[in-house]
């Protein structure tokens, strides 16, 4: 009995009009990259699983994909994983070939990675990420780039958004001020659940990590702070005021706000103090990015990150990151029907024949039209006509190009619109402009 065909539960095929899709997203990031000087970089699918465990917090490295070792001395190779996001085989990237870059550093990266992740809507084991970072400078200027870079791309796309941002020195001031300095790793995890669980729950995984009541309750307001950007930053100068890396977070929030004002940035932007992002790694500013207009969590988030080198043996370089997540953006963009209607078919024409010698025309002029840039396809057999233009409308092909012995006498084809219906003998030198 033959197998029935099947892939792995959170992975998928693409077929032909998902890749054109695809590919929009990814040419239109690219084209947005390329704006603000980020060079493209690729490192491996799998990493030694030393350079990945510990850099994701305590849930991220149990989503870790794991590689058994086989071949010849398995058992004294380092263990691998595949690469559980971009930015950790980066840091080991500029730690490696740190003699051969300039810095700052501008790099971006568009490959998939893997979690061993529950599969629902909008996660999947197997995703895209379109990573963009700039590493080797404290400078600001490097968190009002990738803002700019946000609003750009979804500008483009056609996806109204809100940036949500905050800030890890904030929410260190803030485990600061609540008594509680040590568990700044246990407070963000659990608060960074707001929106998916609530704030009982919050509260209840609070207390579970440590957290005593009063604590709890002295947090309550911080997470409830409404008002302005403004506003916001103005109590939280008072609430953080006995907290020297609080009050250099909200400085630097000042600042980011300062440098958007100078640009005149109309993206939506909202100043969060729930957000938390879950890596460890960051210690600046952090953003994630949601669609006002379709339910399916973040699909653009990062921040900076003082020190990721340092685990590879290079201390002190400061770095600054986003990842655009392709796949979502993908779902957003279909839930929305924002997808340009020309990416159905990349074939201009088709030329359909009646028989062996139209066939050998139909080359001649087919070579003609890719020199000029033209996507063109050949039927390759004088079938039914029927056939073909079926062949066409599947395809979504605008135009046929029909061949028969008179227009080989006249040096012409027979152009038919295959949107319209119209129908006209066309010269080669009158068919290109056409198209």
């Known amino acids: 009995m033959a197998q029935k065909p099947s892939i792995p539960k959170g992975t998928r095929d693409f077929g032909q009009l998902e890749m054109a899709r695809r590919n929009y997203i990814f040419d239109t990031i690219k084209g947005v990259f390329a704006l603000y000087g980020f060079q493209q970089i690729e490192t491996p699918s799998m990493e030694n699983i030393g350079t990945l465990m510990g850099k994701y917090g305590e849930e991220g490295d149990k989503l870790l994909f794991r590689i058994q070792n086989s071949g010849e001395k398995a058992a004294l190779a380092p263990e691998k994983g595949l690469r559980y996001d971009l930015t950790v085989p980066f840091a080991r990237y500029v730690v490696q070939h740190r003699e051969e870059l300039s810095f700052p550093f501008k790099r971006f990266q568009i490959q998939p990675v893997w979690r061993a992740d529950r599969p629902q809507k909008g996660r999947y084991r197997e995703f895209y990420q379109c990573d963009v970072d700039v590493i080797g400078s404290d400078s600001l200027l490097g968190e009002l780039e990738l803002i700019q870079i946000v609003e750009e791309v979804y500008r483009r796309l056609g996806i109204?958004?809100?940036?949500?941002?905050?800030?890890?020195k904030i929410l260190a001031g803030i485990a600061e001020v609540i008594g509680a300095p040590e568990m700044i790793v246990d407070i963000t995890v659990a608060i960074d659940k707001l929106d998916k669980i609530g704030i009982d729950a919050v509260n209840a995984e609070l207390k579970e990590r440590g957290l005593n009541d009063e604590q709890i309750a002295a947090l309550q307001p911080i997470l409830n702070l409404s008002g302005t950007t403004a506003?916001?930053?103005?109590?939280?100068?008072?609430?953080?005021?006995n907290s020297e890396i609080g009050l250099k977070g909200v400085e630097e929030m000042e600042e980011i706000f300062r440098l958007l004002d100078i640009v005149h940035c109309t993206l939506n932007i909202e100043l969060d103090l729930c957000l938390a992002r879950g890596l460890n790694y960051y210690t600046g500013a952090i953003f994630e990015v949601k669609a006002l207009d379709a339910q399916i969590g973040s699909i653009t988030g990062g921040g900076r990150y003082d020190n990721l080198t340092g685990i590879f043996g290079l201390p002190g370089v400061s770095g600054v990151g986003i990842s655009f997540g392709a796949d979502r953006i993908y779902d957003v963009l279909t839930e929305l029907d924002l997808f340009p209607k020309e990416l159905q078919s990349t074939t201009q024409v088709l030329f359909a024949t009646?028989?062996?010698?139209?066939?050998?025309?139909?080359?001649?002029?087919?070579?003609?039209?890719?020199?000029k840039n033209i996507a063109v396809e050949v039927y390759p057999e004088p079938t039914k006509m029927?056939?073909?233009?079926?062949?066409?409308?599947?395809?979504?092909?605008?135009?046929?190009?029909?061949?028969?012995?008179?227009?080989m006498e006249t040096h012409t084809v027979m152009l038919k619109n295959m949107?319209?219906?119209?129908?006209k003998q066309v010269t080669l030198d009158e068919l290109w402009p056409i198209l």
Request: hydrophobic share 35%.
């Open 160 to 168: 109204r958004v809100c940036l949500h941002i905050n800030n890890r």
């Open 231 to 241: 506003g916001k930053l103005t109590a939280l100068k008072t609430i953080l005021a």
């Open 354 to 371: 009646f028989g062996q010698d139209e066939l050998h025309y139909a080359l001649r002029w087919a070579k003609e039209l890719r020199a």
């Open 386 to 407: 029927k056939k073909q233009m079926g062949y066409a409308d599947d395809k979504k092909i605008p135009y046929v190009a029909i061949v028969g012995g008179n227009e």
């Open 419 to 423: 949107t319209t219906g119209e129908q």
